[in-house]
């Protein structure tokens, strides 16, 4: 009796906090669709449109070059975050070096550091480069912001990985570099994987820096939002068809790529 009072309870807490996480998300599907005039209403009962999705794509919204914004920033900082943070990841978990551990320490110290003492430093140096305004400053910082959170992800992974293999590889006369490509890198796929879906969302919405350093060219989705507080008000119905622009692609990305996650996961927890 108790095992099944317990085992309810379990699954009404569960149930509870689904619900709790999932009503926000629900709720601005629900009125991306909806039209102006119901926008503000709590009814369920409403003519659904795809009029929204229409009209954050045309003028003055264009969303459709902040996605390209988007997507051009956070496929290439997780293009060049992801090998340089894997070799570093590499160097870490296998080299005994003297200052190896304080070295470790202060990379990933930079995470402690709030967004926003580093951002005016950061919108200083590229006004002086004349830099403000571009995907390559957006790309820079988010950089700086995401690999090192990658490095610590992926040393986790390859920590779990036996050297036996390794040793066996150098042996037999495979270079460093080779046992690399060919062993670690294969092995440890899943937690890169993983660490490459992390990298890949904390670029996507990522906000303050791009609010700062982005004026018109290089704004990327996040920030757009911001652009539906009209004199009007908020536009809720165009700001829902906007926030399933930028969450639908994660949810298909973390559907397409779930096994590995999950790999990965448990492969970066158990050594």
Not at 80 to 87: E, S
Request: hydrophobic letters at 60%; proline letters at 5%.
């Amino acid at each position: 009796m108790k095992k099944t009072l317990a085992y309810l309870g379990e699954r009404a807490l569960l149930t509870l906090i689904s619900v709790v996480l999932l009503f926000p998300i629900a709720w601005m599907f629900l009125t991306a669709f909806k039209q102006p005039r119901d926008a503000y209403s709590l009814s369920l009962n409403f003519e659904p449109t795809l009029q929204n999705f229409v009209t954050v794509f045309s003028d003055p919204w264009n969303l459709g070059s902040m996605v390209m914004n988007s997507v051009i920033v956070a496929t290439v900082t997780v293009l060049i975050a992801v090998p340089c943070a894997a070799l570093a990841a590499y160097s870490f978990s296998r080299f005994r070096v003297k200052g190896r551990k304080f070295l470790f320490f202060l990379i990933l110290s930079t995470q402690f550091i709030p967004a926003v003492v580093i951002v005016l430093p950061f919108f200083l140096m590229f006004r002086q480069l004349d830099m403000l305004d571009t995907r390559l400053a957006l790309i820079i910082v988010n950089l700086a912001i995401v690999t090192p959170f990658v490095i610590w992800m992926i040393k986790g992974f390859i920590d779990a990985i036996p050297t036996d293999s390794e040793e066996a590889a150098m042996i037999d006369g495979a270079s460093r570099l080779r046992v690399i490509k060919d062993i670690v890198m294969p092995m440890a796929a899943p937690g890169i994987m993983t660490s490459s879906i992390f990298c890949f969302i904390l670029t996507w919405n990522e906000f303050l820096f791009a609010l700062i350093l982005s004026r018109r060219d290089a704004v990327t989705l996040p920030v757009g939002l911001v652009s539906f507080r009209t004199e009007r008000g908020d536009l809720w119905e165009l700001m829902s068809a906007a926030g399933v622009m930028i969450t639908v692609p994660i949810f298909i990305m973390a559907l397409f790529i779930q096994k590995h996650f999950t790999r990965g996961m448990t492969a970066g927890a158990v050594k």
